[in-house]
Protein backbone atom coordinates (compact mmCIF):
# COMPACT_ATOMS: atom_id res chain seq x y z
CA UNK A 1 0.00 0.00 0.00
CA UNK A 2 1.37 3.55 -0.88
CA UNK A 3 0.14 6.47 1.18
CA UNK A 4 0.90 10.33 0.08
CA UNK A 5 0.52 12.84 2.48
CA UNK A 6 0.55 16.64 1.98
CA UNK A 7 0.82 19.23 3.93
CA UNK A 8 1.83 23.20 3.54
CA UNK A 9 -1.78 24.49 2.95
CA UNK A 10 -3.50 27.18 4.59
CA UNK A 11 -4.48 31.13 5.13
CA UNK A 12 -2.74 33.28 3.52
CA UNK A 13 -3.45 36.89 1.89
CA UNK A 14 -3.12 37.97 -1.72
CA UNK A 15 0.38 38.83 -2.50
CA UNK A 16 1.86 36.06 0.12
CA UNK A 17 3.58 32.90 -0.69
CA UNK A 18 3.02 28.79 0.46
CA UNK A 19 4.79 26.07 0.17
CA UNK A 20 3.09 23.23 -0.30
CA UNK A 21 4.94 19.52 0.41
CA UNK A 22 3.33 15.77 -0.49
CA UNK A 23 5.42 12.77 0.85
CA UNK A 24 4.87 9.24 -0.77
CA UNK A 25 5.69 6.32 1.55
CA UNK A 26 4.88 2.60 1.59
CA UNK A 27 5.43 -0.33 -0.69
CA UNK A 28 7.42 2.07 -3.06
CA UNK A 29 9.43 1.08 -5.77
CA UNK A 30 10.16 3.75 -7.72
CA UNK A 31 7.95 6.76 -8.80
CA UNK A 32 7.35 8.29 -11.94
CA UNK A 33 5.13 11.87 -13.01
CA UNK A 34 4.23 13.61 -9.35
CA UNK A 35 1.59 16.43 -9.34
CA UNK A 36 -0.24 19.05 -8.16
CA UNK A 37 -4.06 19.27 -8.72
CA UNK A 38 -6.91 21.98 -7.19
CA UNK A 39 -10.18 21.80 -7.05
CA UNK A 40 -12.64 24.80 -5.85
CA UNK A 41 -15.96 24.60 -4.53
CA UNK A 42 -18.20 23.98 -7.38
CA UNK A 43 -15.50 23.64 -9.79
CA UNK A 44 -14.13 20.29 -11.28
CA UNK A 45 -10.59 19.27 -9.94
CA UNK A 46 -8.08 20.64 -12.40
CA UNK A 47 -4.03 19.98 -13.36
CA UNK A 48 -1.85 22.71 -11.63
CA UNK A 49 1.60 21.71 -12.24
CA UNK A 50 3.43 17.66 -13.13
CA UNK A 51 6.92 17.23 -12.77
CA UNK A 52 8.64 13.98 -14.34
CA UNK A 53 10.13 11.43 -12.70
CA UNK A 54 13.99 13.09 -13.05
CA UNK A 55 12.85 16.73 -12.62
CA UNK A 56 13.57 17.79 -16.04
CA UNK A 57 10.27 18.11 -17.49
CA UNK A 58 7.39 20.22 -15.92
CA UNK A 59 3.79 21.79 -16.95
CA UNK A 60 2.05 24.38 -15.48
CA UNK A 61 -1.46 25.44 -16.10
CA UNK A 62 -1.39 28.61 -17.66
CA UNK A 63 -3.01 30.13 -14.75
CA UNK A 64 -0.37 29.67 -11.99
CA UNK A 65 2.95 30.16 -14.71
CA UNK A 66 5.16 32.55 -13.65
CA UNK A 67 3.77 32.39 -9.61
CA UNK A 68 4.50 28.55 -8.99
CA UNK A 69 7.05 26.19 -8.87
CA UNK A 70 6.87 22.33 -8.89
CA UNK A 71 10.19 20.79 -7.84
CA UNK A 72 10.79 17.35 -5.98
CA UNK A 73 13.27 15.25 -4.27
CA UNK A 74 13.19 11.61 -5.18
CA UNK A 75 15.41 10.78 -2.45
CA UNK A 76 12.54 11.78 0.09
CA UNK A 77 9.71 11.19 -2.40
CA UNK A 78 8.61 13.92 -1.94
CA UNK A 79 6.93 16.83 -4.25
CA UNK A 80 7.08 20.66 -3.84
CA UNK A 81 4.66 23.38 -4.95
CA UNK A 82 6.33 26.51 -4.39
CA UNK A 83 3.16 29.40 -4.42
CA UNK A 84 3.78 32.91 -4.85
CA UNK A 85 2.21 36.18 -5.70
CA UNK A 86 -1.17 34.02 -4.81
CA UNK A 87 -4.52 35.34 -5.51
CA UNK A 88 -7.93 34.69 -4.01
CA UNK A 89 -9.08 32.65 -7.30
CA UNK A 90 -6.02 30.32 -5.78
CA UNK A 91 -8.26 29.38 -3.16
CA UNK A 92 -8.98 25.82 -3.33
CA UNK A 93 -8.32 21.78 -1.64
CA UNK A 94 -4.68 21.28 -3.18
CA UNK A 95 -4.20 17.41 -4.08
CA UNK A 96 -0.96 15.36 -4.78
CA UNK A 97 -0.80 12.78 -7.00
CA UNK A 98 1.77 10.19 -7.97
CA UNK A 99 2.37 7.24 -10.57
CA UNK A 100 4.08 4.83 -8.32
CA UNK A 101 5.48 1.22 -9.15
CA UNK A 102 5.05 -0.88 -6.10
CA UNK A 103 7.57 -3.45 -4.62
CA UNK A 104 4.71 -5.74 -5.68
CA UNK A 105 5.48 -4.13 -9.34
CA UNK A 106 2.33 -3.04 -9.76
CA UNK A 107 1.29 0.43 -11.52
CA UNK A 108 -1.28 2.80 -9.85
CA UNK A 109 -2.00 6.35 -9.59
CA UNK A 110 -2.53 7.47 -5.78
CA UNK A 111 -3.43 10.36 -4.62
CA UNK A 112 -3.35 12.25 -1.49
CA UNK A 113 -6.01 13.64 0.90
CA UNK A 114 -5.66 16.96 0.10
CA UNK A 115 -4.78 20.27 1.97
CA UNK A 116 -6.76 23.56 2.00
CA UNK A 117 -5.46 27.15 0.40
CA UNK A 118 -7.40 30.01 1.08
CA UNK A 119 -6.48 33.57 0.29
CA UNK A 120 -7.77 36.41 1.49
CA UNK A 121 -8.21 39.78 -0.76
Known amino acids: QVQLVESGGGLVQAGGSLRLSCVASGSIFSIDAMGWYRQAPGKQRELVASISSGGGLTNYADSVKGRFAISRDNAKNTVYLQMNSLKPEDTAVYYC??????????????WGQGTQVTVSS
Open 97 to 110: NADVLTRGIIRNLY
